[in-house]
């Protein structure tokens, strides 16, 4: 079992920066990827970062350049650095932890509002 736990979220203004922290706690050991999702109202959720346990890193396209996932050594902690942020990255943000086996954890989710 993997508990996550986001935190960040707040209101930014439109070409501020914030970032997300998800705290992963339980057999952490066990993952081997972590990602970022992000949710607007009326939208389906939509996969904004991903980084596995071999270091591989791939972004949403509306999102490069200006988003930097991150993990520590430890694997108990990933990061979301937003850089740049616009009104449509305004959305709920969602930890999500793979593990070996395929199950997935997800943590409650934090929001961030851009305004402009």
């Known amino acids: 079992q993997v508990l996550l736990v986001e935190s960040g979220g707040g209101l930014v203004q439109a070409g501020g920066s914030l970032t997300l922290s998800c705290a992963a706690s339980?057999?952490?050991?066990?993952?081997?990827?972590m990602a970022w999702y992000r949710q607007a109202p009326g939208k389906e959720r939509e996969l904004v970062a991903i980084i596995t346990d071999g270091g591989s890193i791939n972004y949403a396209d509306s999102v490069k350049g200006r988003f930097t996932i991150s993990r520590d050594n430890g694997k108990n902690t990933v990061y979301l650095q937003m850089n740049s942020l616009k009104s449509e990255d305004t959305a709920v943000y969602y930890c999500n932890a793979r593990r070996f086996d395929y199950f997935e954890s997800w943590g409650r989710g934090t929001q961030v509002t851009v305004s402009s």
């Open positions: 339980g057999s952490t050991f066990s993952i081997n990827a």
